[in-house]
């Protein structure tokens, strides 16, 4: 079997997860960690046995021995810089979303994996979710006609909210609906987006932290197709991190509609009242199982690595929906619908 030595930078929510992942992994021949706080840090090395656990992710990208890095860290402006050294030392990267802060960035790194013959990826786990790739395989299929409108409306608590909004100045399109946005493009390839409008609703976060509650998007193909993503993050607490989708396709044939509400499983304790225990959007641990997207889309790459397969996300891909949450953006601050793609 071929292996690969990898190294995780970042070992927090996410990057935990992908480290309990891997350590389990027969394709992985050294599992490597860095988080910047002690406790974790050891937290996170009881619980997956690392051949090396440091403070320092330069350490891992000195490291000859590692050739394929995770890079999980926070906040979300150290994803370039960081991707950038990774790429240059010769490793392939998973990055988590958001590739970059700016498109040039993006572009950067691009150059960079391709120049080097480097495998560059964007965690957008949705296209791991069986719910979501079962939306595809319909669409491809044909079984409805021809897309006419699609429709996802996703809310997370505001515990996951103040998470985001206190640590990096990125709108919920960037943050939230960026998931959203992949997994309908990727359904619907190979259309492209041709004019995005957006609105943000804000009182509660506006007055906190100067960040919308709320995002809607609308983006039109070039084929007329219309999609509307609908991104906020401000629900009370149902479960830490819960999440919360309502989506529907619309076809010339037939409809699509999944209740991604995650309330198939209630948990409901005289002390804590009503939880959603297996809500969150990258999983959760169930003793010798994990239920999520994360822990394929983790496997996948890995094995795309050792085995020299193609990602399934492109970077190219992620660079795309950077186009997209960026207009949206623009078009917030606007008033206007932006046309795609932009003169930069």
């Known amino acids: 079997m071929q292996q690969v030595s990898v190294g995780i930078i970042g070992t927090g929510w996410v990057g935990g997860i992908r480290a309990k992942v891997l350590a389990e992994c027969p394709q992985v021949s050294e599992l490597h960690i860095c988080e910047i706080k002690p406790d974790r840090l050891k937290e ?8 090396s656990a440091t403070l320092d992710y330069k350490e891992l990208l000195a490291n000859p021995s590692i050739n394929v890095v995770i890079i999980s860290t926070t906040p979300e402006t150290t994803h370039y810089p960081i991707t950038r050294e990774a790429l240059l030392a010769g490793k392939h990267v998973l990055i988590e979303k958001p590739l970059a802060q700016t498109e040039e960035q993006a572009d950067e790194l691009i150059r960079l994996a391709r120049e080097k013959n480097l495998k560059l990826t964007v965690g957008y786990s949705q296209r791991f979710n069986p719910r979501m790739a079962y939306i595809r395989k319909v669409i491809q299929s044909g079984k409805i006609g021809r897309v006419v409108t699609c429709l996802v409306s996703r809310n997370v608590t505001r515990e996951l909210g103040q998470k985001i909004t206190g640590r990096v100045k990125l709108s919920p399109a960037a943050m939230e609906a960026t998931h959203d946005l992949d997994y309908l493009m990727w359904c619907l390839a190979p259309r492209k987006p041709i004019r995005v409008y957006s609105q943000t609703s804000g009182k509660l976060f506006t007055e906190q932290f100067g960040s919308p509650d709320h995002q809607w998007i609308m983006v039109t193909l070039d084929d007329g197709t219309t999609l509307t993503v609908g991104a906020g993050w401000i629900l009370p607490l149902g479960y830490p991190n819960y999440s919360q989708a309502w989506i529907e396709i619309v076809g010339t044939d ?14 409901n304790t005289s002390k804590q009242g009503i939880h959603y225990p297996m809500s969150s959007m990258p999983g959760e641990d169930v003793e010798h199982v994990f239920a999520g997207a994360m822990a394929g889309e983790t496997l996948h790459f890995i094995d795309a690595c050792a085995r020299n397969k193609p990602v399934m996300v492109k970077p190219e891909e992620a660079r795309a929906i950077m186009d997209i949450y960026l207009a949206a ?5 606007r008033g206007e619908p932006v046309a795609l793609p932009r003169n930069r």
């Open 44 to 51: 996170v090395a009881a619980e997956t046995n690392p051949a």
């Open 254 to 267: 037939g409809t699509l509609t999944i209740d991604d509400t995650h309330k198939e499983v209630t948990l």
């Open 329 to 333: 953006d623009l078009s917030v601050e």
